[in-house]
Nanobody, 114 residues
Framework: QVQLVESGGGLVQAGGSLRLSCTAS????????MDWYRQAPGKQRELVAVIRAGGTTVYADSVKGRFTISRDNTKSTVYLQMSSLKPEDTAVYYC????????WGQGTQVTVSS
């Protein structure tokens, strides 16, 4: 059974930082690409960051230079370090992977106040 469990969301002031974590089970984590998505109210879910099995990363233009995705294969965990947060970063953040099919975490709320 595949499970993705996120944590680390919360309320933060603009300019602040948060670190999200997503721990996976039921997959060959080290061999999987892991993604972070987000969905703001009334908007479509959008891809925020990707980390491939080999460690290469890709970021949405809106978060480049502010967010860092990383992974710890020994803990089957992917992280999203978010800095210089802006009110427009407010969203529910989801962890995602593809393992026979798409799997999503339950989401964690990030709220950035101005």
């Amino acid at each position: 059974q595949v499970q993705l469990v996120e944590s680390g969301g919360g309320l933060v002031q603009a300019g602040g930082s948060l670190r999200l974590s997503c721990t996976a089970s039921g997959i060959m984590f080290s061999q999987n690409r892991m993604d972070w998505y987000r969905q703001a109210p009334g908007k479509q879910r959008e891809l925020v960051a990707v980390i491939r099995a080999g460690g290469t990363t890709v970021y949405a233009d809106s978060v480049k230079g502010r967010f860092t995705i990383s992974r710890d294969n020994t803990k089957s965990t992917v992280y999203l370090q978010m800095s210089s947060l802006k009110p427009e970063d407010t969203a529910v953040y989801y962890c995602h992977t593809l393992w026979t099919r798409d799997y999503w975490g339950q989401g964690t709320q990030v709220t950035v106040s101005s």
